[in-house]
């Protein structure tokens, strides 16, 4: 009963380099994404055993399971394209005579300006601690943006806030080029943002209804 499955890489392994090697790109995405999917899948064979057997004793392991698989995939998924080349467009800052001046208007916004709000995320995701991400979401109740802090790849995230912008600060995304600086990598990241892609999630964002009222 598999149902979510590898998508492909809007881009070859070398594509960013040299922010990110294809080495990197190759692994991460076809060994480390892969078993995020392969768990995903797996967990809900075993819960739809569960429920066929009316057998809960390992329920509350099962549901841990699939937030934890299922979140590294949603992750990954939108981290392959929020980055692009630099000579086809990656990296700078969002601006409104290259299409994404709704994106720029919202960043200044929600955070005074974009060397502030860059400086948040990047202090955001190279300090997470131990394995996760840093995260620019789309928070519905106010209508704002807003920087988080994600442990593994599900803990500590507003509920019902919609990721647009990922940092991956996981080791496997950055350790065989840049060792332990993971904060050189997220600074590195910043060359290869895909403004475009981020624009399009913030609008698609915007569009969906808030669960509760403001």
């Given at each position: 009963?598999?149902?979510?499955?590898?998508?492909?890489?809007?881009?070859?392994?070398?594509?960013?380099?040299p922010?990110?090697?294809?080495?990197?790109?190759?692994?991460?995405?076809?060994?480390?994404?892969?078993?995020?999917v392969?768990?995903?899948?797996?967990?809900?064979?075993?819960?739809?055993?569960?429920?066929?057997?009316?057998?809960?004793?390992?329920?509350?392991?099962?549901?841990?399971?699939?937030?934890?698989?299922?979140?590294?995939?949603?992750l990954?998924?939108?981290?392959?394209?929020?980055?692009?080349?630099?000579?086809?467009?990656?990296g700078?800052?969002?601006?409104?005579?290259?299409?994404?001046?709704?994106?720029?208007?919202?960043?200044?916004?929600?955070?005074?300006?974009?060397?502030?709000?860059?400086?948040?995320?990047?202090?955001?995701?190279?300090?997470?601690?131990?394995?996760?991400?840093?995260?620019?979401?789309?928070?519905?109740?106010?209508?704002?943006?807003?920087?988080?802090?994600?442990?593994?790849?599900q803990?500590?995230?507003?509920?019902?806030?919609?990721?647009?912008?990922?940092?991956?600060?996981?080791?496997?995304?950055?350790?065989?080029?840049?060792?332990?600086?993971?904060?050189?990598?997220?600074?590195?990241?910043?060359?290869?943002?895909?403004?475009?892609?981020?624009?399009?999630?913030?609008?698609?964002?915007?569009?969906?209804?808030?669960?509760?009222?403001?």
């Amino acid at each position: 009963m598999a149902i979510y499955t590898l998508p492909e890489l809007p881009y070859d392994y070398a594509a960013l380099e040299p922010v990110i090697s294809p080495e990197i790109i190759e692994l991460h995405h076809d060994k480390h994404h892969a078993a995020y999917v392969k768990g995903a899948n797996d967990t809900l064979e075993q819960l739809a055993e569960a429920r066929e057997k009316d057998a809960w004793g390992a329920v509350n392991g099962l549901e841990k399971n699939l937030a934890f698989h299922l979140s590294g995939h949603i992750l990954h998924s939108i981290y392959w394209h929020n980055m692009d080349s630099p000579k086809d467009g990656g990296g700078g800052e969002p601006l409104a005579a290259d299409g994404v001046g709704d994106l720029a208007d919202a960043i200044t916004e929600s955070f005074g300006s974009f060397a502030r709000f860059k400086a948040q995320l990047t202090k955001a995701a190279a300090t997470t601690q131990g394995s996760g991400w840093g995260v620019l979401a789309y928070e519905p109740v106010s209508g704002r943006l807003i920087v988080e802090q994600v442990y593994d790849h599900q803990g500590n995230v507003g509920q019902g806030s919609v990721p647009i912008l990922v940092f991956d600060a996981w080791e496997h995304a950055f350790y065989l080029q840049y060792k332990n600086q993971k904060v050189d990598f997220i600074e590195a990241m910043w060359q290869v943002v895909n403004w475009q892609d981020v624009s399009r999630r913030y609008a698609d964002a915007q569009g969906r209804t808030p669960l509760i009222g403001g």
